[in-house]
Structures are given as structure tokens and as C-alpha cells.
């Protein structure tokens, strides 16, 4: 009998191409989409979709009951950009989201769940060039904190009660499909957008703050192959790292300038800079690596290839 698959939150970043590709691999009558409006009409129109707030308990078990759900990826969050505006919001959805999920794992009603963690669980106090898997969590924001006891409580139900929880702790993501949603590394999706459109960009971190990034294609391609591993060769039930390029603002207007010569960057940092000094600048994901077999395909050339021709066709230039 095929997976029924729950996708909260589906309308996000993340969400919506993870949704597509579930959908590709195991039918899209067994992937129920959902989020708590109907702002991506593609995403609503291609497919099963529930309106669901994920703060809702009962509507979450109802709509696991009546599809047969047996899988919940539960994509729903604020950021840390966002959240840092809002923090009682991003605990209050962040927290009990998740507390939702893991608490009808434990009373049966579904069997696997996907809980994205975050680079932001570490802080200024973690080692930054090739963060390790266990290392110093001290995080200073506010969505840092809510994946830190994420990942403590994920850990708990899995030794407690046997819930089969999966996670990874995402770098910033890069895609040319959706925009991100007010996270610390999203300069490095607006910048190929304002390349193509305009030819120069204000960038809000400085020009050498290097982070973990990854294409977004890698990053679904981790979440499946991470979801469809075999449970007896997972040894970490928290979060994983997860890694594939590191770089830095001006490393991304090199690479866009060899495309695209005449553009311009100046840079300007906000608030989103002291984020950024507080995360690592490389992630050893090694562990995955030898887990379930993780690899990547992008580096940053590859990238921005990608995103320029994508982006181009988009904007009709």
C-alpha cells in the first residue's frame, strides 16, 4: 500500500518544491498539501490541499485521519529574521507544531515524520569552519532556540517512545522557483534575482560573511534520500548537519560577474549581520555522509548558472 503524506506548511520555500518532488516519486493523490492560506495557487491547484494551521492539533489529527496519513513533513515555521520581529509568534508556531506532530506519532495515528532543524542552532560560541555533528549549541536567536529544544525533544520521543522523527539542519537554501521567506540567508536568492532584473544589488550582510548554502535541488534531494534510508542506519535522531558549499557575498558577485560583467554590488548590513556572525561559516556533515550515503551536486559555478538562465527566462530579459 503506497504512503499517504502530509506536507504542513507546504506553500513555503522549502515546502512547495518538496511538495512537487513527493508528489513526482509517490502520486499526487497520496501527497496532501497544506498551509493555513491559499497563497500559491500552482502549488493548491496541483493537487490534493487542506487549509491547516499548524498550531491546530485537532485540525491536524482530522486531516490525518481522513486521508490515512501515515508520513508528516512539517515544513511550517517563522525564521530568523522574521522571528526575531515576532518571537512569542515563531515559539508559539515553531513549539507546538512540532509537539503536534511527534504526539500523534507517539499515539499511533502516524509512523515517520520530517522536522527541519536549522545552521541556526549553533552560535557564537560553536566552532565555525567545519562545524562537527556534536558540538557546542548556544544559539542567540530566537528560531535558533526553537530548533535547539526541537531537536532535544525529537531526540527524547525517539529514545522514549520509539518515534520514528527524522532531521536535518538546513544551511541556507538557494532557488530560482520560490522566494525565501525571511531567513538571514536570503541575500543569497535576492541577489540573482536583482543581477537579472536591475544589474546591481545592496547587500544586507558584508562583502567576506561566508555561510553554508545549498542549491535547492540538493536540499530536497537530502530530505527524500534522508526519509527513505533505513531506520537501523540512522545514529542520529536530533538533527543532521548537512552541508554541500560554503561562500561569501562577494564570492557570489564573482561568479555572477563572469556571466554578467557590468554588475554592481554595494553592501549595507542590518540587524541580519550579527545573525550571521553567530553561524558557522562551514558545516563537516559527515556523519550523513556515512549514514545514508549523502552527497551534493552543486558548487557555487553551478549555482549560478542555474539560477541566471532560470531567472532570465523568469524575468524576460
Known amino acids: 500500500m503506497p504512503s499517504k503524506i502530509l506536507v504542513i506548511g507546504a506553500c513555503g520555500q522549502i515546502g512547495s518544491e518538496l511538495t512537487y518532488k513527493l508528489r513526482e516519486i509517490h502520486g499526487k493523490s497520496n501527497v496532501i498539501a497544506s498551509d493555513i492560506n491559499t497563497r500559491k495557487l500552482d502549488l493548491v491547484n496541483s493537487g490534493p490541499f487542506e487549509i491547516i494551521d499548524a498550531k491546530n492539533f485537532n485540525a491536524i489529527k482530522d486531516c490525518c485521519k481522513h486521508h490515512n496519513i501515515d508520513t508528516i513533513y512539517l515544513m511550517a515555521a517563522l525564521l530568523s529574521a522574521t522571528g526575531e520581529k515576532y518571537p512569542m509568534e515563531a515559539w508559539d508556531?515553531?513549539?507546538?507544531?512540532?509537539?503536534?506532530?511527534?504526539?500523534?506519532?507517539?499515539?499511533?495515528?502516524?509512523?515517520?515524520?520530517?522536522?527541519?532543524?536549522?545552521?541556526?542552532?549553533?552560535?557564537?560560541?560553536?566552532?565555525?569552519?567545519?562545524?562537527?555533528?556534536?558540538?557546542?549549541?548556544?544559539?542567540?536567536?530566537?528560531?535558533?532556540?526553537?530548533?535547539?529544544?526541537?531537536?532535544?525533544?525529537?531526540?527524547?520521543?525517539?529514545?522514549?517512545?520509539?518515534?520514528?522523527?527524522?532531521?536535518?539542519?538546513?544551511?541556507?537554501?538557494?532557488?530560482?522557483?520560490?522566494?525565501?521567506?525571511?531567513?538571514?540567508?536570503?541575500?543569497?536568492?535576492?541577489?540573482?534575482?536583482?543581477?537579472?532584473?536591475?544589474?546591481?544589488?545592496?547587500?544586507?550582510?558584508?562583502?567576506?560573511?561566508?555561510?553554508?548554502?545549498?542549491?535547492?535541488?540538493?536540499?530536497?534531494?537530502?530530505?527524500?534520500?534522508?526519509?527513505?534510508?533505513?531506520?537501523?542506519?540512522?545514529?542520529?535522531?536530533?538533527?543532521?548537519?548537512?552541508?554541500?558549499?560554503?561562500?561569501?557575498?562577494?564570492?557570489?558577485?564573482?561568479?555572477?560577474?563572469?556571466?554578467?560583467?557590468?554588475?554592481?554590488?554595494?553592501y549595507s548590513p542590518d540587524f541580519r549581520q550579527n545573525i550571521a556572525d553567530s553561524w558557522p561559516s562551514s558545516i563537516d556533515d559527515s556523519v550523513a555522509r556515512t549514514d545514508w550515503n549523502w552527497k551534493h551536486s552543486f558548487d557555487l559555478d553551478a549555482v549560478t548558472k542555474e539560477m541566471l538562465v532560470e531567472l532570465d527566462k523568469k524575468h524576460g530579459v
Open 93 to 266: 508556531l515553531n513549539m507546538n507544531s512540532l509537539f503536534h506532530v511527534l504526539n500523534l506519532a507517539k499515539g499511533g495515528v502516524i509512523q515517520k515524520i520530517f522536522w527541519p532543524s536549522s545552521i541556526a542552532v549553533f552560535g557564537p560560541t560553536t566552532p565555525r569552519n567545519q562545524t562537527p555533528q556534536h558540538t557546542i549549541c548556544e544559539p542567540t536567536t530566537v528560531y535558533g532556540i526553537t530548533k535547539q529544544v526541537g531537536e532535544r525533544w525529537c531526540e527524547y520521543y525517539h529514545s522514549k517512545y520509539g518515534v520514528d522523527v527524522r532531521s536535518i539542519r538546513y544551511p541556507g537554501i538557494i532557488s530560482h522557483k520560490t522566494m525565501p521567506g525571511g531567513g538571514t540567508t536570503d541575500y543569497a536568492v535576492e541577489i540573482y534575482h536583482e543581477a537579472i532584473k536591475n544589474g546591481k544589488y545592496d547587500c544586507f550582510l558584508s562583502a567576506n560573511t561566508s555561510l553554508p548554502m545549498m542549491f535547492m535541488d540538493d536540499a530536497i534531494k537530502a530530505t527524500v534520500d534522508l526519509m527513505e534510508a533505513s531506520a537501523h542506519d540512522l545514529t542520529i535522531r536530533s538533527s543532521y548537519n548537512l552541508s554541500a558549499i560554503s561562500f561569501t557575498p562577494k564570492d557570489i558577485f564573482e561568479s555572477i560577474m563572469a556571466h554578467l560583467p557590468d554588475f554592481e554590488i554595494t
